[in-house]
C-alpha cells in the first residue's frame, strides 16, 4: 500500500556531509509525520530525527546542530541534510513514515512504515 524509498546514502569522511532523501508512494490519503531512523552495527534502532505534517521537527541530542529535517507535503518527501558528520553516525539509515490509507472495507486505516534503508559510512 505505502511504499518508501531512500537515497544520498555512501561513504563520507569524518567532517564531510550527506543529504538523504525518501520518497513516499502509493495510495496515502494523509501524511501525519515523516521521519528517519538508524541502526548502527550491533545497536539498537533509535529515531534520528521527524518532521509533522505541520512542520513541527525534533532531533536526537547527539544530532543536534548538525542535521535538518525537511519534507515537502505536496510531494510526500523528506530530506535529512547531514553535516559535520562524525564516525559514530556510521548506520544503516531508514526513513520512516507515519500515514492515513484508504481502506478496502470503506474508510481509512493509520500504518506506520519503513524504507528498505540506505547505508552511511563515516572514515578516514
Known amino acids: 500500500q505505502v511504499q518508501l524509498v531512500e537515497s544520498g546514502g555512501g561513504l563520507v569522511q569524518p567532517g564531510g556531509s550527506l543529504r538523504l532523501s525518501c520518497a513516499a508512494s502509493?495510495?496515502?490519503?494523509?501524511?501525519?509525520?515523516m521521519g528517519w531512523y538508524r541502526q548502527a552495527p550491533g545497536k539498537q534502532r533509535e529515531l534520528v530525527a521527524l518532521?509533522?505534517?505541520?512542520?513541527?521537527?525534533s532531533y536526537k541530542d547527539s544530532v543536534k546542530g548538525r542535521f535538518t529535517i525537511s519534507s515537502d507535503n505536496t510531494k510526500n518527501t523528506v530530506d535529512l541534510q547531514m553535516n559535520s558528520l562524525k564516525p559514530e553516525d556510521t548506520a544503516v539509515y531508514y526513513c520512516?513514515?507515519?500515514?492515513?490509507?484508504?481502506?478496502?472495507?470503506?474508510?481509512?486505516?493509520?500504518?506506520?512504515?519503513w524504507g528498505q534503508g540506505t547505508l552511511v559510512t563515516v572514515s578516514s
Open positions: 520512516y513514515a507515519d500515514v492515513s490509507v484508504v481502506s478496502a472495507k470503506g474508510g481509512y486505516n493509520s500504518l506506520n512504515t
Open positions: 502509493g495510495s496515502i490519503f494523509r501524511t501525519y509525520a
Open positions: 518532521i509533522t505534517s505541520g512542520g513541527s521537527t
